[in-house]
C-alpha cells in the first residue's frame, strides 16, 4: 500500500499491471505413518521468481515438464496461492485483497484473470449447450443485458474467432465440437469476462500441429481487439518464439522452479546468454541454426535432477557444459543483460568469481 | 430418433415374449409337472376322474391332455390378456392376488431405493469436497462395513432388537388387523409403522455403495478444467456445487439408480419373507413351497417385467438427461 502512495501522479501508467516479487511455491509431501516425525519432503516447484506483466503484453514460458511452469502461470493469475513473496494487481498483493485488506474487491480481480487450459476436453462443461456456457459470463459482467442481445453478442464473437455458422454452433454441446473448435469456445468465454491477463496453460499442445499456428494468430488478433496480456505456457520454445515475436513479448525460460533468462525471443535465440536456453535451442529442431552440431546435446548429463533435492548453486551445474566451481557454490541472480534481456548465469557477469575458479570435472 | 425409440420399445416387447415363454418352459420342467398336486388335490375331495382335467382346465386357462405347443398358446394368450390362472394354494385369481401384493411391494422397494440415492449422494458429495479428512474417512470406513453385511442379516438383526426385545414396531403384515384399509391416518401410520423395519434393513446396506460411487464420481468432476473456470468466473460455491459438479457426477449413478429398483424387487422375496410382509416376494416364496405353479410364474413374470420396464425407462431418458447420449444420431466426428 505504502508503494502506492508514494508514487507520482504519472507512475500509474507505467506500473504493471500484474507485478510478481520473489514468489516461491512449495508443496509439501504427505508423510506416511512411519515418516510421522521426519522433515517433510519438500517440493520447490516455483523457488523465487520475480517477473512484470504490462497491459497488453506477452510473456511467453518455457521450460521442460515439471519446471514449474504452470505453478508460475498459476501464481501469476491467483489460482495457487505462493508459500512466500508477493503477487500484485495493479499494485494491490492478491493475497491480501482476497483477505479483504485491500481498497479493491476481490471478485474484480477474479474475474479480471483467466485461464485457457491444455485439455479442451475437460474444459467445457458436457452438459450445457455452447451459448449456455458463453452466456454464463456475459450475464455476470454484464447483468442488465437482454437475452437477444447476449445471443447477438455470443454470436458475432463465436464468428470472430472463426466458428460459422454461429447459431449452428451456438446450439451445440461440446461433444459435438472438435478440439480446436472447444479451444476456441475455451478462448471465446475467457475474452467475455474482459480480463486484463488470461494464462493459456499449453493451450495449444493439445491441437493438431496444422491449428496451432491459427490458435497462435487468433489470440494474438484478439489480445489486441479486446486489450488483453497473455501468459503463454508452453514446452515449446518455436512455438513459445512465434507468440512472443508477434504479440510483441518476452519469452521466459524456466529450469527446476527458477527463471533462468527472460527476453524478447530474437534476441534469445539468436544469442541466447544461458547454457540451459542453449539446450532448449538444441532440442527444437528448426531452431538449430548450426545443424552440423545438432547431434551432439550442449550439456553434460540427460538426467533432469531432483527437485526434492536440488542441486546447490545454480541449479543447472549439474548439467551444464559450462559450469565451473562457483556454480555449486552460489546461486546467480537475475542480471540485465542489455535492454530487458535478463539471464541468471555468472558468465553474462564479466568480473565474476566464476572466471577465477576451476571448472567442474565429472 | 424416433427410429431408435420404435425400436427400444419393439425390444420390450420381445424381451417380455422371451421371459413367459422360459417361465412358461422352465416350469414345465420341474420336476412333478405343474398339475399333478391339484390333480391329485382334486382327487382327494373326491372330484371324480374324468372331471378332474376340465376342473383343472377351467382353473388354469390349460388343457393338461393338450400338446404341449397348445398350452403354451392358450398360457400366453391368457397372460396377454392379464389372465394368469388361479392360485392353488389361496384359491384366487392370480392377477388379484398379484394386484393387491404389488402397492406393498413397490412401496417398500421405492422408497429405500430413494432414500438409499438420497442419502448415498448427499454423503458422497460431502466426502467428495472433504476428500482426505476425518470425516471423509470415517465414512468410506461406515460405508465398506455396510456393504459388506448382507440385508438379511440387518433384517433379522433389526427385527430381533426393535421388534421383540424392545417392542417398538410389529414383527409381521403390512397393517395392524384391526385397522380398515383406506387413506384415514390410522392406516397411514400403521402402514408407516410395518414398513419402517423392512425399508431400514434395505437401506442401511445400500447406502454405503452409492455414497462411495458418488464420491468416486464426484471427485472426478472436481478435477475437471471447467470447475475451475466457473471458479475463476466468480460464480457462488453453491452454484458449482449443484450445476457443474453435482449434475455430472450423478450421471452415471442414474441408469444405476433404475436397474437397482428392479433388481431389489427380486430381493424382497427374502426380505419379506424375514417380515412376513405379504408382498410381491413374500407369496413367490409361499408358492415355491407350496408347489403352486401358477402364483409361481405370475410373480415371477411380475418381477421381470418391472425390471425390463426399468432398463427401458433408463435408456429412453438417458438421452434427455445427458446431451452426449446421442440415441444413434451422428454429427461432428
Known sequence: MSRLENRGPNSVTDEPLISVEDVKVHFEKERSLFEMFSEPDVVKAVDGVSV????????????????????????????????????SYRGRDIWETKAGNTDLSFADIRSSLQIIHQDPGSSLNPNRRIVETLSEPIRLTHPAITAGERRARI???????????????????????????????????????????????????????????????????????????????????????????????????????????????????????????????????????????????????????????????????????????????????????????????????????????????? | MGHYYLRRTARVFVTIWLVASLSFGLIRLLPGGPFTLLRANLLRQGVPASEVDARIANLQNIRPNAPLWEQYFDYMFAAAQGNLGTSISLDEPVSQVIAEAVPWTVFIVLVSTILIFVFGILLGAIQAYWEGSRFDQLVSGVSITLMSVPFYVVAVLALFVFAYQFGWFPPAGTIGPTVEPGLTPEFVLSALKHAVLPIFSYTITGIGGQALAMRGNSIQVLGNDYVEVARLRGLSDRRIATRYVARNAILPLYTGFLLLLGFRLGGTVILEQIFSYPGLGY???????????????????????????????????????????????TDAY
Open chain 1, 155 to 362: 454470436h458475432s464473437l463465436l464468428e470472430r474467432v472463426g466458428m460459422t455458422p454461429a447459431r449452428d454452433f451456438a446450439s451445440r454441446y461440446p461433444h459435438q465440437l472438435s478440439g480446436g473448435e472447444k479451444q476456441r469456445v475455451a478462448l471465446a468465454r475467457a475474452l467475455l469476462m474482459n480480463p486484463d491477463v488470461i494464462l493459456a496453460d499449453e493451450a495449444i499442445s493439445a491441437l493438431d500441429v496444422s491449428l496451432r499456428v491459427e490458435m497462435m494468430d487468433l489470440m494474438l488478433d484478439l489480445q489486441e481487439e479486446f486489450n488483453t496480456s497473455f501468459v503463454f505456457i508452453s514446452h515449446d520454445l518455436s512455438n513459445a518464439r512465434y507468440f512472443a515475436e508477434h504479440g510483441d513479448g518476452r519469452v521466459g525460460v524456466m529450469y527446476l522452479g527458477n527463471l533462468v533468462e527472460v527476453g524478447p525471443p530474437e534476441q534469445l535465440i539468436t544469442d541466447p546468454q544461458h547454457p540451459y536456453t542453449e539446450v532448449l535451442r538444441w532440442a527444437t529442431p528448426n531452431l538449430a541454426l548450426d545443424a552440423t552440431n545438432a547431434s551432439e546435446p550442449p550439456m553434460r548429463k540427460i538426467d533432469i535432477p531432483d527437485p526434492v533435492n536440488p542441486p546447490s548453486g545454480c541449479r543447472f551445474h549439474t548439467r551444464c557444459p559450462k559450469a565451473r566451481e562457483a556454480c555449486t557454490q552460489l546461486q546467480p541472480e537475475l542480471r540485465e543483460v542489455s535492454d530487458s534481456h535478463q539471464v541468471a548465469c555468472f558468465r553474462s557477469d564479466p568480473d565474476h568469481e566464476y572466471w577465477e575458479s576451476s571448472e567442474l570435472e565429472d
Open chain 2, 283 to 329: 407369496y413367490m416364496w409361499s408358492a415355491l413351497e407350496s408347489n403352486d405353479y401358477p402364483l409361481m410364474m405370475g410373480t415371477f413374470l411380475v418381477i421381470t417385467i418391472a425390471l425390463v420396464i426399468g432398463v427401458y425407462i433408463a435408456d429412453l431418458t438417458y438421452g434427455i438427461i445427458d446431451p452426449r447420449i446421442s440415441r444413434g444420431e
Open chain 1, 52 to 87: 512484470d506483466i504490462g497491459e497488453n503484453d506477452v510473456l511467453a514460458l518455457v521450460g521442460e515438464s515439471g519446471c514449474g511452469k504452470t505453478t508460475l502461470g498459476k501464481t501469476i493469475i491467483g489460482l495457487q496461492k505462493p508459500s512466500a513473496g508477493t503477487i
